[in-house]
T-cell receptor
Framework: EAQVTQNPRYLITVTGKKLTVTCSQN?????MSWYRQDPGLGLRQIYY???????DKGDVPEGYKVSRKEKRNFPLILESPSPNQTSLYFC???????????????FGNGTRLTVT | AQSVTQLGSHVSVSEGALVLLRCNYS??????LFWYVQYPNQGLQLLLK??????LVKGINGFEAEFKKSETSFHLTKPSAHMSDAAEYFC??????????????FGAGTRLAVHP
């Protein structure tokens, strides 16, 4: 089954304790991206990757890191989490640029992160 | 720059009633427009997309949207709501940005409640 898999689904941590949220897709997609979803703000892009070893900042990259060493994996790293990073995070992938009409985004089921 | 405004963060309808979710966009170039749906505890999935081929676009689950350039709108409708339509709906617009990268900009979302 074609899917984007994120882990964990729920994560509670404390300020400053490094964490990684994993994301993997099995559709051989070139494009991958991380979003955070906050009430009233919709989805905001954190980082994206057009291909292996090609990553770039989205709209809200501060406090986050990513890597794309393999095509299928795109982990999100929080080196020193803070309470304002409490949010619902989504990983997504698409065949090419997500705005291409023939390249819809496929989303994972989300990771709800709480930083205390 | 491209932007999306969804009017009404919450919409409530009776089962069998018309569903109308409003989306207005801003774009200096002909846009591609999308509606995504998010069911509880799931990621977003594509509902329908406008790519300039036809102004009335039909999507999954009986939803459709009409592109009206004069009104810069792309409202989502369904003639008869079903309980299973309860979800959050996101309008998104794409286009070229100054950095040359085209991406999706999401609206803040509209939560649809359907009551018996």
């Amino acid at each position: 089954e074609a899917q984007v898999t994120q882990n964990p689904r729920y994560l509670i941590t404390v300020t400053g304790k490094k964490l990684t949220v994993t994301c993997s897709q099995n559709m051989n997609h070139e494009y991958m991206s991380w979003y955070r979803q906050d009430p009233g703000l919709g989805l905001r892009q954190i980082y994206y990757s057009m291909n292996v070893e090609a990553t770039d900042k989205g709209d809200v990259p501060e406090g986050y890191k990513v890597s794309r060493k393999e095509k299928r994996n795109f982990p999100l790293i929080l080196e020193s989490p803070s309470p304002n990073q409490t949010s619902l995070y989504f990983c997504a992938s698409s065949l090419s640029r997500p705005s291409d009409y023939n390249s819809p985004l496929h989303f994972g089921n989300g990771t709800r992160l709480t930083v205390t | 720059a491209q932007s999306v405004t969804q009017l009404g963060s919450h919409v409530s309808v009776s089962e069998g009633a018309l569903v109308l979710l409003r989306c207005n966009y801003s774009s200096s170039v002909p846009p591609y427009l999308f509606w995504y749906v998010q069911y509880p505890n799931q990621g977003l999935q594509l509902l329908l997309k406008y790519t300039s081929a036809a102004t009335l676009v039909k999507g999954i689950n009986g939803f459709e949207a009409e592109f009206k350039k004069s009104e810069t709108s792309f409202h989502l409708t369904k003639p008869s709501a079903h309980m299973s339509d309860a979800a959050e709906y996101f309008c998104a617009v794409s286009g070229w940005f100054s950095g040359g990268y085209n991406k999706l900009i999401f609206g803040a979302g509209t939560r649809l409640a359907v009551h018996p």
